[in-house]
C-alpha cells in the first residue's frame, strides 16, 4: 500500500470513529446554542406557537425586572457567604490533615462522604436539622443559651442557610484538590525555607505553601464560583426560593421562568447571561493559571 | 541529618497543639459525619420520637423493620431505584462507545477537521445543560418524547469532557508501539480494542465513577422532563417532601436514606477510585 492510500485509510477511518459524536455534539450543544440565541430574542412561549421578534426586549427586560434584580442580588450574597469560607476551611484542613499521615486516610473519607452523597435526600435531612422548633441544632445552640434561630424560615437567615449546607457538600471535594496541590510541593523546598530561617510554621505557609499552590488556589476558587452560580438543589426541595424570594438565586429564577411560567424568550436571555459569567469565571482562570504556573 | 533534626525540632514543642488539632480535625469529621448518622437513626423510629426534644441516636421504639419495609415494598422506591440505574447505566455506555472512539482518532489519527472537532470540544466543556435545557426540552416536547427514559438519558449521550480526558490519556500511549502492532498487520480496530482500550482502564473506571454519580444525584435534568410516577428517579422522588414532609417522618428519612446509600455504599467500598474520579473534573473547567 502506498503512503498516500495509507493515509486516506486512515482519515476515513477516523472520520468513522468521530461521526457518532460529532452528530451528538451538533444536537445537543450546537443547534440548542444557536437556537437558544435565536429563542432570546422572541417571546417565544411554549403554550402558545404564535411568537414575535423582540429584538434585545427580553434583555432590556433583565433591566428593570425586579426578580431579576433580587435573584442576581441574593446570588452574590449567597456566594459572598460561601466563597471565603470553602476555601479558607477547605484550605486549612488540607494543611492540618496532611500533616498527620496517620490519620488522613480515615479523615478524608469523612470529610468526603458529603461529596459523593445525593443532595437532594441531605438536604431533607438538613431541614430536618435546621427545624425551627424541634432541630437537632436549634436544641444544641438553645442548651448553651443561644437561638431559637428560624435557618430556613426567615428572610435574613436563608442564604445563610443555604450557604452552610453547600459548604457541608463540598468541603471535602475542596480539601482533596488542596492536598494533591500539597502533596505535589517538594519536601526540599521547606528545607530550603528553614534554613533561610523561615521554619515557623506561619513563615512556611506564607514562603512556601502559599506561593506554590498559586495554580489549585486558583482552581478552587473558579470551580467554587461556578458551583455557587449553580446553586439549584437546595432551592428547589427546601425553599423555592421563598420565603418571600428571599432564596430566589439565578439559576432557579431562570428554571422558574422557563418550565413554570414557560417564559421561554426571556428565560433563554436569562441561561445566556448565566453562561456568559460562566464563560468570564474561566477566563480568569485561563489567563490566571498560565501566568501563575511557576515550577 | 539536618532534615532529621528539623522534623524533631518541629514536633516535639509543638505535640500538646497537634493533639488539641487532630481532636479539632475529628470533631469536624463528625459534624461532616452526623447528617447520615441522624438520618439513619431517625429512619429507624416511629415518628414522634425524631423531633423528641430528648434526643438519641439510639431508637428508643424500634420501628426500623416496619418504616423500610413500607419504603421499598409498600411504596414505589424500588422502582426509582430501578429507574435511576436504567438511566445512569445507560447514558454511560452511551457515553463510553461514543467517546472512547473519538477520543482515539483525536490523539492518534491525523483527518482535516480534527482541530476545529478539538476547538468544539473544549467550547463545549464550559456550557452545562442549564444553558441548553430550553431547545432541548422545546425539541423534545415537539417530538412526543417528554418523560421518557430517552429524554432522561438524551442531552447525556455525549460527554465532551470524556472525550477530552480519553485525549490526554490516549496522546500519551506510545506510537512506537502502535506502529509496530500495525506492521504485524492489526488493523485499526484490534489496535483500538486490544491495545489502547486495556491501557485506558484505570481513566475508565475514574470517568464512570464520575458519570454515575454525577447523574444519579441530578436534580435539574429529571425535574423538567419527568411527570410521571413510574419514571421518576430516586433523587427526584425526593421532590415530594418538598416544604412538606410526609406525615409519617420516619418514613420520610427512610426513604432518604434508600435513595442514599447507593452511592454513600460504593464510595465506602472504592474510595481511592471515587475520590480520584469526582474531582478528576478538576483537570480542566
Redesign the interface.
Known sequence: MSLITK?RA??R???M??L???L??FG??????I??FG?SFTDYS?VSNYFEFIGLGNYRQMLTDEAFGNALRNTLIYAGLFLPSSFFISLF?AI??Q??KQ?R?I????????????????????A??M?S????IN?WAGAIGLGPFNWLGSETMVLLSMALISL?SV???NM??FL?GLTAIPANLY?AA??DGA?HPVDKFFRVTWPMLGPTSM?VA??SS?TAF?L??TV?????GGPNRSSEVF?YL??LE??EYFN?GY??AL??V??GI??LF?LV?ALFVDRNVQY | MSSINLTLRSFAPRSVWSLIGTLFLFLGAWVMVFPFIWMVSSSLKPTDEVYDADFSIIPRTFKGFENYYEVLFNQPYLTYLMNSFLVCGGILIVQLITAVPAAYALAKLKFRGSSILFGTVIAALTIPINVTSIPIYVGLAKTGLLDTYLAMMLPFFISVFAIFLFRQFFRSFPDSVIDAARVDGFSEMEIILRLILPSAVPAIAAFSVFSFVAHWNDLYWPLIVVTSQDKMTATLSMMQYQSDFDTDYGRTFASATVVTAPMVIAFLFARRLFIRGITMTGVKG
Open positions: 493515509k486512515q482519515a477511518l477516523a472520520y470513529l468521530v457518532p459524536a460529532v451528538l455534539i445537543i450543544y450546537v443547534l440548542p446554542i437556537t437558544v429563542i411554549l484542613l492540618a490533615i500533616e498527620r490519620f486516610s479523615l478524608e473519607v469523612l470529610y468526603f462522604l458529603p461529596v459523593t452523597s445525593t443532595l437532594a435526600a441531605m438536604a431533607l435531612v438538613w430536618a436539622l427545624d422548633n424541634q432541630g437537632v436544641l457541608w468541603i471535602g471535594f482533596v484538590l494533591a528545607e528553614a534554613i521554619d482552581f473558579v470551580t461556578i449553580k439549584f438543589d428547589a426541595i427546601l425553599t423555592q439559576l431562570t428554571f422557563g418550565f421561554m428565560s433563554a441561561s445566556l448565566f453562561l460562566i464563560f474561566a482562570q
